[in-house]
């Protein structure tokens, strides 16, 4: 069945989803503050709105794939958020927010009859253009169920639980791990390197044995040891999704010593190189600590 679907945040991630719910035949209406970002979307045949607010005059469901979790809280229930659009059911907050700013935003569009499924999404630009992301999922089942085949376009579906925000600790673990163990192979490697050994060898034995993870199966193959450090993450959103986590594991009275080491490494890097940097570039920074 075909919808009528709205789409907030047409950026790196958000672009190729609306376009894959575009190939599955839905009408969109997007918004995004850059004109530029939705002008490709606009040539596919989505219908460009004005605001947040006027998408939801347009869709029943929404989509946000938004960067921080203030953009999020503005664009739900902000003066010209969501929450003031006539036709808005349902909320599918695909960005990371941590659970705090998704049970807010829960309880405030409650008010006006307004679901949310928070649906944080794993796998970067690459799995959002082939489909093939991991989507973690939670909120009110029925909410929930509608949606199911829309995010079946976007990839595997998981779904966490049924409370809002249940998916948004599923994401900031997984990122923790991605963030530890991009920064903790690339200390490894530089150590190497310092001793005389070919950082190639060295990633071919790596993922032959058990140090292998996904920084070594694909970020340092395809970004940092050909240099192009074009992996497609911003280290900033790197650095706020541990945060996040952190600021998550304090509340529930959780231990992080090695996610406080991890945040400060991020922090770091992001000091030195911009937020909007990517974050495979953090093995440029740590490059030069190591004086290589």
């Not at 093939?132 to 089942?141: H, I, Q």
């Not at 959780?254 to 953090?282: F, K, N």
Request: net charge negative.
């Amino acid at each position: 069945m075909t919808e009528n679907l709205g789409f907030i945040g047409t950026g790196k991630m958000g672009a190729p989803m609306v376009r894959r719910l575009i190939d599955a035949g839905h009408a969109l209406t997007v918004y995004d503050i850059r004109d530029e970002a939705v002008a490709p979307l606009i040539a596919r045949g989505a219908t460009k709105a004005s605001s947040s607010r006027e998408v939801a005059d347009h869709a029943e469901i929404v989509f946000f794939s938004l960067p921080e979790p203030e953009d999020v809280r503005g664009e739900a229930i902000g003066a010209h958020g969501i929450i003031n659009g006539e036709r808005a059911k349902i909320l599918v907050d695909l960005s990371t927010t941590g659970r705090p700013t998704t049970l807010v935003i829960s309880e405030t569009l409650a008010q006006n009859q307004i679901a949310i499924v928070d649906a944080p999404v794993s796998g970067g630009v690459a799995g959002a253009n082939k489909g093939t992301l991991a989507v973690m999922a939670s909120g009110d089942p029925a909410a929930l169920e509608r949606v199911r085949p829309l995010l079946a376009n976007f990839g595997r579906l998981f779904v966490i639980g049924e409370r809002p925000g249940m998916a948004q600790v599923m994401k900031l673990a997984n990122n923790l791990l991605s963030a530890t163990s991009l920064a903790v192979a690339s200390e490894a490697v530089l150590m190497g390197m310092k001793a005389g050994l070919d950082p190639e060898l060295m990633i071919e034995v790596i993922n032959a044995s058990t140090g292998r993870s996904s920084a070594t199966e694909t970020k340092f193959p395809q970004a940092i040891l050909t240099r192009r450090f074009a992996y497609g993450f911003a280290t900033g959103l790197m650095h706020k999704d541990v945060r996040l986590c952190l600021e998550e594991a304090r509340s529930l009275g959780s231990p992080m010593t090695v996610g406080e080491a991890v945040r400060a490494i991020w922090q770091s890097t992001m000091r030195e190189l911009g937020p909007d940097s990517d974050y495979t570039e953090i093995f440029r920074y740590l490059e030069q600590i190591a004086s290589l």
